[in-house]
């Protein structure tokens, strides 16, 4: 009873971070990521995050600034547009600044 009560506990006191660069599909209520200007990006790859919605890969910026949408920077360089923290920036050398 002990460890179902602290399993339950533990459920509701962990927060969930969500980007706040985000727009609501208004239909379902799920964050969709603002996708960055590809024109300022050196890559422009994609991949289909947890939500199944279709966010930027890390990539790097030809100024070195964080581009709109970007949720954190990464220890290549690179920045990130993750809606979740979860995940982010892994093969990218792991988060070394939370954005917004």
């Known amino acids: 009873m002990r460890a179902l009560l602290l399993g339950v506990l533990l459920a509701i006191s962990v927060p ?4 706040t660069a985000v727009a ?4 379902t209520q799920v964050p969709s990521p603002i996708q960055p ?4 990006l050196k890559e422009h790859n994609h991949y289909r ?6 966010v930027h890969s ?8 964080a581009p709109s949408g970007a949720s954190a920077k990464c220890g290549d360089g690179s920045f990130s ?3 979740h923290h979860r995940g982010t920036c892994s093969h990218h050398g792991g ?5 917004n």
């Open 95 to 99: 988060v070394t600044e939370w954005l």
């Open 81 to 83: 547009f993750s809606l």
């Open 16 to 19: 969930v971070w969500v980007n």
């Open 24 to 27: 609501f599909d208004t239909t």
């Open 37 to 40: 200007n590809e024109s300022t």
């Open 49 to 54: 995050n947890v939500d199944g919605r279709e």
């Open 58 to 65: 890390p990539a790097h910026t030809l100024s070195g600034a």
